[in-house]
């Protein structure tokens, strides 16, 4: 039978072995993750213009003929999630949707992807005029702040203005035009949303150490209606690319997902671990009366 001291010693050396474990594992995803941060771009598509119809969206590498991403009937207001591509130039063409992937394009941009870089491809303003515009996107800000840029988009409110609490995002921004990120206090805040008619408020709320997107498009009740973005989230490297439920966005609903961290699963181990060894004497005990 182990001493009292004995089982101590030995619950405490399963402990740091469990700690360990679970500490070599995070630094292994850790390592993984900056490793594809460090050999891939990313790249989503946006269909942002408002008297568009639907577009089917191709993109090829540069001078190849077999597309890396193909999006099929994507209606104004839709957003891809970010795709990651190896560095180098891209092809995007936007057709009408359902015609022949041999067609002439309707409109065509060339993107060049750098590794640890990631960009949104949009379609933006207004037919005749549509243009595609290739727009960097931040993935990380200042330490313990979010960043927030306006995409103007609406036809409807050619005019918008964008202030999150007190900080100004947008000003008198007219469509088609986009800000550059600002950053802001992160936490719940209200976000007032601008037109020559009226302002809308609403609650959001901004993680720290995130960049957001914010676009303004058309509603059919002709009030403006704000896609909400998440572009990159907490300290990672890697883009997130989800649509949050800001109003009158169209995000369908994201299933939570509910993951036990790996310093918690280590040390419910270790604690468990520890519960068996001190257990196992008085469990032997009782069966001996």
Known sequence: MLSPLRRTLAAASLTALAFTAASTHIAQANTARNATASTVGWVRLAHLSPNTPAV????????????????????????????????GDYLVA?????????????????VDVAAGRAYTVVGLGAQPALTLQVLNDDLTTA??????????????????SVVADTDTIAA?????????????????????????????????DFAADSTYTLAILDNGSGAPRVLDLTDAAGTSA?????????????AQPQRAQSVLPLWLWGLSLAFGVAMVMLGI?????????
């Open 143 to 160: 330490p313990g702040k979010a960043a927030v840029r306006v995409i103007a988009a609406s036809l409807q409110n050619p005019t918008v």
């Open 172 to 204: 008198n921004l007219h469509f088609p035009a986009f800000t550059t990120y600002q950053a802001i206090d992160p936490g719940p805040c209200p976000l007032h949303v601008s037109t020559a008619t009226a302002t809308q408020t609403t609650q959001l």
């Open 238 to 250: 890697l883009p997130k690319g989800g649509v949050n439920t800001g109003f009158g966005g169209t």
């Open 56 to 87: 089917d969206v191709y993109l090829y590498p540069f001078g190849g003929n077999t597309p890396e991403v193909l999006l099929k009937h994507v209606a104004y207001g839709t957003l891809s999630p970010y795709q990651p591509l190896a560095p």
């Open 94 to 110: 936007m057709r009408g949707a359902g015609a022949s992937a041999t067609s002439s394009p309707v409109i065509s941009t060339q």
């Open 281 to 289: 004497p008085r469990l032997r005990r009782g069966l001996r009366r």
